[in-house]
Protein backbone atom coordinates (compact mmCIF):
# COMPACT_ATOMS: atom_id res chain seq x y z
CA UNK A 1 0.00 0.00 0.00
CA UNK A 2 3.33 2.10 0.80
CA UNK A 3 4.33 1.47 -2.35
CA UNK A 4 1.19 2.64 -4.17
CA UNK A 5 0.92 5.72 -2.19
CA UNK A 6 4.42 7.02 -3.00
CA UNK A 7 3.87 5.79 -6.59
CA UNK A 8 0.68 7.77 -6.95
CA UNK A 9 2.13 10.96 -5.11
CA UNK A 10 5.17 10.78 -7.75
CA UNK A 11 2.59 10.72 -10.41
CA UNK A 12 0.94 13.98 -9.19
CA UNK A 13 3.91 15.60 -8.48
CA UNK A 14 4.88 14.86 -12.04
CA UNK A 15 1.66 15.79 -14.12
CA UNK A 16 1.81 19.60 -12.06
CA UNK A 17 5.42 20.04 -12.90
CA UNK A 18 4.62 19.54 -16.36
CA UNK A 19 1.32 21.59 -15.55
CA UNK A 20 3.82 24.53 -14.56
CA UNK A 21 6.32 23.78 -16.97
CA UNK A 22 4.15 24.45 -19.93
CA UNK A 23 2.82 27.54 -18.65
CA UNK A 24 5.92 29.09 -17.96
CA UNK A 25 7.02 28.25 -21.69
CA UNK A 26 3.40 30.08 -22.81
CA UNK A 27 3.71 33.08 -24.17
CA UNK A 28 0.15 35.16 -24.84
CA UNK A 29 -0.78 35.81 -28.29
CA UNK A 30 0.60 39.11 -30.01
CA UNK A 31 -0.90 42.61 -30.28
CA UNK A 32 -3.48 43.66 -32.27
CA UNK A 33 -5.36 46.94 -32.66
CA UNK A 34 -8.72 47.53 -34.41
CA UNK A 35 -9.43 51.20 -35.42
CA UNK A 36 -12.35 53.23 -37.49
CA UNK A 37 -11.35 56.17 -39.05
CA UNK A 38 -11.35 59.05 -36.96
CA UNK A 39 -14.67 61.06 -36.83
CA UNK A 40 -15.46 64.02 -38.49
CA UNK A 41 -16.47 65.49 -41.94
CA UNK A 42 -14.25 63.97 -44.50
CA UNK A 43 -13.52 65.95 -47.40
CA UNK A 44 -11.78 65.36 -50.72
CA UNK A 45 -10.53 68.15 -52.71
CA UNK A 46 -10.54 67.66 -56.73
CA UNK A 47 -7.51 67.96 -58.44
CA UNK A 48 -8.66 69.01 -61.83
CA UNK A 49 -11.03 71.69 -60.42
CA UNK A 50 -9.93 72.53 -57.01
CA UNK A 51 -13.53 71.70 -55.30
CA UNK A 52 -13.79 70.76 -51.86
CA UNK A 53 -16.32 67.84 -51.95
CA UNK A 54 -17.79 66.66 -48.78
CA UNK A 55 -20.76 64.48 -47.66
CA UNK A 56 -23.02 67.91 -47.34
CA UNK A 57 -22.82 68.37 -50.77
CA UNK A 58 -21.42 65.39 -52.97
CA UNK A 59 -24.19 64.37 -55.16
CA UNK A 60 -25.46 67.71 -55.99
CA UNK A 61 -24.43 67.88 -59.90
CA UNK A 62 -25.42 65.66 -62.65
CA UNK A 63 -22.68 63.75 -64.34
CA UNK A 64 -20.99 60.42 -63.76
CA UNK A 65 -19.55 59.71 -60.26
CA UNK A 66 -16.57 61.22 -59.14
CA UNK A 67 -14.02 59.62 -56.75
CA UNK A 68 -15.47 61.99 -54.17
CA UNK A 69 -18.74 60.26 -54.80
CA UNK A 70 -17.76 56.85 -55.03
CA UNK A 71 -16.01 57.77 -51.36
CA UNK A 72 -19.17 58.17 -49.55
CA UNK A 73 -20.41 55.21 -51.19
CA UNK A 74 -18.39 51.96 -50.32
CA UNK A 75 -20.42 49.57 -52.09
CA UNK A 76 -18.95 52.21 -55.04
CA UNK A 77 -15.61 51.49 -54.55
CA UNK A 78 -13.90 48.35 -55.99
CA UNK A 79 -10.46 49.65 -56.37
CA UNK A 80 -7.57 48.52 -54.62
CA UNK A 81 -3.74 48.31 -53.71
CA UNK A 82 -2.21 44.93 -55.60
CA UNK A 83 0.11 43.35 -53.29
CA UNK A 84 1.60 43.86 -50.15
CA UNK A 85 3.44 47.36 -49.37
CA UNK A 86 6.88 47.34 -47.55
CA UNK A 87 7.88 50.16 -45.67
CA UNK A 88 10.18 51.13 -42.75
CA UNK A 89 8.89 53.78 -40.89
CA UNK A 90 11.13 55.62 -38.49
CA UNK A 91 10.42 55.23 -34.33
CA UNK A 92 10.35 58.03 -31.65
CA UNK A 93 11.34 56.28 -28.42
CA UNK A 94 8.58 58.03 -26.07
CA UNK A 95 9.39 56.32 -22.17
CA UNK A 96 9.77 53.52 -20.18
CA UNK A 97 7.95 50.53 -19.56
CA UNK A 98 7.93 47.98 -17.54
CA UNK A 99 9.45 44.12 -18.57
CA UNK A 100 6.45 42.72 -17.64
CA UNK A 101 6.33 40.11 -20.84
CA UNK A 102 5.33 36.25 -19.97
CA UNK A 103 2.71 33.98 -20.30
CA UNK A 104 0.04 36.62 -19.99
CA UNK A 105 1.90 39.91 -21.44
CA UNK A 106 2.96 40.02 -25.22
CA UNK A 107 6.69 40.34 -26.08
CA UNK A 108 5.28 43.70 -27.67
CA UNK A 109 1.91 45.37 -27.42
CA UNK A 110 0.13 47.96 -29.64
CA UNK A 111 -2.03 50.75 -28.28
CA UNK A 112 -3.38 53.80 -28.67
CA UNK A 113 -3.96 53.68 -32.75
CA UNK A 114 -6.02 55.78 -34.46
CA UNK A 115 -6.62 56.04 -38.15
CA UNK A 116 -6.92 59.46 -40.30
CA UNK A 117 -6.76 61.15 -43.43
CA UNK A 118 -4.41 63.59 -44.39
CA UNK A 119 -6.32 65.76 -47.13
CA UNK A 120 -4.30 65.41 -49.98
CA UNK A 121 -1.76 62.72 -49.44
CA UNK A 122 -2.73 59.74 -47.68
CA UNK A 123 -4.21 57.55 -44.96
CA UNK A 124 -2.11 57.02 -41.76
CA UNK A 125 -2.24 54.60 -38.44
CA UNK A 126 -0.38 56.43 -35.69
CA UNK A 127 0.26 53.79 -32.99
CA UNK A 128 2.56 52.79 -30.07
CA UNK A 129 3.92 50.23 -29.70
CA UNK A 130 5.64 48.56 -26.10
CA UNK A 131 8.79 46.27 -25.93
CA UNK A 132 7.49 44.77 -22.57
CA UNK A 133 10.58 42.10 -23.08
CA UNK A 134 14.06 42.12 -21.29
CA UNK A 135 15.82 41.83 -24.62
CA UNK A 136 15.82 44.03 -28.28
CA UNK A 137 13.06 43.34 -30.27
CA UNK A 138 12.73 43.57 -34.31
CA UNK A 139 8.96 44.46 -34.48
CA UNK A 140 6.88 43.65 -38.09
CA UNK A 141 3.69 45.32 -38.20
CA UNK A 142 0.58 43.77 -40.72
CA UNK A 143 -1.66 46.47 -41.17
CA UNK A 144 -5.05 46.50 -43.24
CA UNK A 145 -6.72 49.30 -44.70
CA UNK A 146 -10.48 48.10 -45.25
CA UNK A 147 -13.74 50.06 -47.10
CA UNK A 148 -16.98 48.22 -45.93
CA UNK A 149 -15.22 44.95 -44.98
CA UNK A 150 -13.23 45.00 -48.61
CA UNK A 151 -9.32 45.04 -48.47
CA UNK A 152 -8.12 48.11 -50.00
CA UNK A 153 -4.51 48.16 -49.49
CA UNK A 154 -2.07 45.44 -46.89
CA UNK A 155 0.96 47.04 -46.04
CA UNK A 156 4.14 45.34 -43.58
CA UNK A 157 5.71 48.25 -41.70
CA UNK A 158 9.55 46.84 -41.05
CA UNK A 159 10.41 48.64 -37.55
CA UNK A 160 14.16 49.22 -36.42
CA UNK A 161 15.25 47.84 -33.23
CA UNK A 162 13.38 48.75 -30.60
CA UNK A 163 15.48 48.53 -26.86
CA UNK A 164 14.14 46.67 -23.77
CA UNK A 165 11.47 48.07 -21.79
CA UNK A 166 10.99 51.19 -23.95
CA UNK A 167 7.50 52.75 -25.61
CA UNK A 168 7.73 54.18 -29.31
CA UNK A 169 5.17 55.89 -31.58
CA UNK A 170 5.32 55.75 -35.38
CA UNK A 171 3.20 56.05 -38.23
CA UNK A 172 2.03 53.99 -40.81
CA UNK A 173 0.78 55.09 -44.03
CA UNK A 174 -1.93 53.51 -46.31
CA UNK A 175 -3.69 54.31 -49.91
CA UNK A 176 -3.82 57.81 -51.31
CA UNK A 177 -6.77 59.19 -49.49
CA UNK A 178 -8.47 59.29 -53.59
CA UNK A 179 -9.27 55.59 -52.19
CA UNK A 180 -12.22 55.70 -49.31
CA UNK A 181 -11.04 54.11 -46.43
CA UNK A 182 -13.18 53.32 -43.40
CA UNK A 183 -10.79 50.94 -40.85
CA UNK A 184 -7.45 49.55 -40.72
CA UNK A 185 -6.84 46.99 -38.62
CA UNK A 186 -3.05 46.24 -37.47
CA UNK A 187 -1.42 43.33 -35.40
CA UNK A 188 2.46 42.80 -34.92
CA UNK A 189 3.42 39.40 -36.78
CA UNK A 190 6.55 39.16 -35.32
CA UNK A 191 8.71 38.66 -32.86
Known amino acids: MRQYRNGALGVLACAVGLTMASAAHAQAPRSKVDMPATP ?7 PKTGQIWTPLNVGQQSGPPTPADLAFDP ?8 GVVVQRPSVVPLD ?6 GPTVPLVNLGDAT ?3 VPGKRW ?7 NNSATTVVPVINCR ?4 GNLVEETNALLPKVGPGIRVG ?3 YGPKVE ?10 TSP
Do not use: H, K, M, W
Open 179 to 188: LFVDRATCAV
Open 40 to 46: GVPEFRD
Open 170 to 172: LTI
Open 75 to 82: RGQAVYVR
Open 124 to 130: QVVLYLD
Open 96 to 101: AVPITA
Open 145 to 148: FTNS
Open 115 to 117: LRA
